[in-house]
């Protein structure tokens, strides 16, 4: 659906979605990076299990929730990647350890 637009002087990121290496450019956003995969969702609903992916993207819906470097519930339009970044699409409602 999304593709990234070419930009031929960026040095390339790699960080990890669910295990999987996948390649990003400086200063986008993860959410931007989650809409390029083949399954753009982020996050399942914790009632019904039904499936969110990035929406907003500018920090009001909350659609786009994952667990970014092991932080559960983390808006990833609002997280820019880092290089070694692991995020992991969240799949429920957080949990919490005490």
């Known amino acids: ?10 040095q390339a990121l790699t960080l990890t979605i669910d295990g999987q290496r996948v390649t ?3 200063g986008e956003t993860v ?3 989650l809409l390029r995969q083949d ?6 609903t914790p009632v019904h299990g039904n499936p969110r992916a990035p929406y907003c993207m500018m920090g009001v819906c909350f659609d786009c ?3 970014v470097d ?3 519930s983390t808006q990833t ?4 990647v880092r290089d070694g970044m692991a995020v992991e699409r969240q799949h429920g409602k957080r949990s919490i350890t005490a």
Do not use: E, Y
């Open 39 to 44: 399954s753009p969702v982020a996050r399942s």
């Open 70 to 72: 092991g932080v559960a």
């Open 1 to 10: 659906m999304f593709h990234q637009l070419s930009n031929p002087g960026a």
């Open 77 to 80: 339009c609002l997280v820019t």
């Open 65 to 67: 929730l994952a667990t």
């Open 24 to 26: 990003a450019s400086p």
């Open 31 to 33: 959410a931007s990076v």
